[in-house]
């Protein structure tokens, strides 16, 4: 009943009204998505950082007990690589734009920077993250490897777990890219575009 008095409101309103409702339910619709994204950053950021807390005195302690210097190197390695997840966790965090500070305009320009940048990470999730975790990771399985007799068989394995691995970290955040970042990003353009007419 509310429902069908609603739109008989908006139909006898004149168009330019009906235009500003347009708008104006699109820039909720918009803003709903943003903020279901920054909530659903906010745990992925939260689980990589656990994740890679808890690698750096693991890997710390490996570097110690292991005697082979090629297992301390990489552990010395993965310890490297956790700290600098943590630089680009903390980096991204601090871009994210706040809707309090600046104009609605300005704020999704900064929404739409954020977005392109998520959507950059992921697409490039293998050099930065996968490749060199995966590389350090079967250099220390080389260094614990050492002596042992069955050694090639071994590392065959963990070389096809490794790769196997990549492509699935690979290939789900292209799917993230799709689903997820691209379509508020398009949503965000469109919104910038309407309102700058």
Request: with cysteine.
């Amino acid at each position: 009943m509310i429902e069908d008095e609603l739109k008989k409101i908006w139909q006898s309103s004149p168009q330019q009204e009906q235009v500003k409702f347009e708008k104006s339910r699109f820039m909720m619709e918009v803003q709903s998505n943003v903020d279901r994204f920054h909530k659903g950053l906010k745990w992925l950021y939260l689980r990589e950082a656990l994740g890679v807390i808890m690698v750096i005195p693991i890997f710390a302690v490996y570097a110690f007990i292991f005697p082979q210097i090629l297992a301390k190197i990489a552990s010395v390695l993965i310890i490297l690589w956790a700290i600098y997840i943590l630089l680009v966790i903390d980096k991204t965090k601090k871009k994210r734009p706040t809707e309090y500070t600046d104009n609605y305009l300005d704020y999704l320009h900064k929404t739409k920077a954020y977005l392109e940048l998520h959507k950059k990470l992921r697409d490039k999730v293998l050099y930065w993250y996968v490749a060199p975790f995966i590389s350090f990771t079967f250099l220390f399985m080389v260094g614990l490897s050492e002596g042992k007799p069955n050694r090639a068989s071994l590392l065959v394995k963990v070389g096809v777990v490794c790769v196997i691995i990549a492509v699935i970290i690979h290939f789900l955040n292209k799917v993230s890219v799709k689903r997820f970042v691209a379509p508020k990003l398009k949503k965000v353009n469109e919104l910038i575009k309407s309102l700058e007419e």
